[in-house]
């Protein structure tokens, strides 16, 4: 802890001491490269609260640690996804939630769901909504390598977590244009 006297020359002592701590935060130096992928929470579009998984996926990133713990994290990130778009946005059905399991998603009805795709508990639940090819296929692939991964050797995990990273940032910088454009209420 730095303590400062309450003058003048102290005053800009404080102010310089303030930008390095700033300039060397955590926080800071993980998310600047990564900004944009960061409006999802600061809209709350998905909640503050899983934004440390999107932290700790860059830092394992950045950190070259692509052990398969970690696509746990991806998976995550993914059903933090589905339940925003639940809650608050009203966009994914509720009965694609498990409430025994604290809420949990079914990933792949939310999945087939915003492919467009008939699908729920009776197979008559579409979005209607139009979601480009690419987000689609994003989703998709996140949702079937999540369930895959859990399999392979920490070796093998390296370039699947490398490809899921950067989908589930392509997700994340989608996510407030879809909301503004179909759920502008909510935001």
Known sequence: MVIFEKNDAERDKMFKHIISEVENSKYRTLRIP??????????QIISKAHEHL???????????DYSKKNI????????AIFKSLNNPIPC???SFFDNR???????????????????GPNRNDR????????????F?????SSNKLSHLTNEEAKLPFLSNTFLLMEILSW???????????YI
């Open 34 to 43: 990564y900004d944009e992928v960061f409006k999802v929470f600061d809209l």
């Open 54 to 64: 999107l932290l700790d996926i860059i830092k394992t990133y950045t950190d070259k």
């Open 72 to 79: 746990g994290l991806q998976r995550d990130l993914l059903e």
């Open 92 to 94: 994914i059905p509720n």
């Open 101 to 119: 399991k604290n809420g949990k998603p079914n990933l792949e009805w939310a999945t087939q769901f915003l492919e467009n795709r008939p699908t």
């Open 127 to 138: 979005l209607n909504i139009q979601i480009p090819p690419d987000i689609k296929a994003a």
């Open 140 to 144: 998709r692939k996140i949702t079937e």
């Open 175 to 185: 996510l407030p244009e879809f909301v503004e454009k179909n759920y502008k209420n």
